[in-house]
């Protein structure tokens, strides 16, 4: 059974620096992409970048790029995402998500969850 769970969230003011970490178990995601989503309340689930387990390709949404990096560490079946230069409009809850083959940046594709962490961001 596929398990991700993430961590790493909390308060941070803005200007500052997170890293969210997401540790994946249950089978092997050697084809798999990983993504990052986050949600404020009353709101749709958002893409925030995504990584390719094999390859590292990445890909980011137009309003995290260049703030923030996706990595993956192979040996630990975990997925980090960096977020640097915080803005109090990035606060939500950070969500990881995996889509077992093929790429995906919707949330309805993914084919598995975690259960999300929060990040505040105070301006």
């Known amino acids: 059974q596929v398990q991700l769970v993430e961590s790493g969230g909390g308060l941070v003011q803005a200007g500052g620096s997170l890293r969210l970490s997401c540790a994946a178990s249950g089978r092997t995601f050697s084809s798999s992409v990983m993504d990052w989503f986050r949600q404020i309340p009353g709101k749709e689930r958002e893409f925030v970048a995504a990584i390719s387990w094999s390859e590292g390709n990445t890909y980011y949404a137009d309003s995290v790029k260049g703030r923030f990096t996706i990595s993956r560490d192979n040996a630990k079946n975990t997925v980090y995402l960096q977020m640097n230069s915080l803005k109090p409009e990035d606060t939500a809850v950070y969500y990881c998500?995996?889509?077992?083959?093929?790429?995906?940046?919707?949330?309805?594709?993914?084919?598995?969850w975690g259960k999300g962490t929060l990040v505040t961001v105070s301006s």
């Open positions: 998500a995996v889509k077992l083959h093929n790429w995906a940046v919707v949330a309805d594709r993914m084919d598995y």
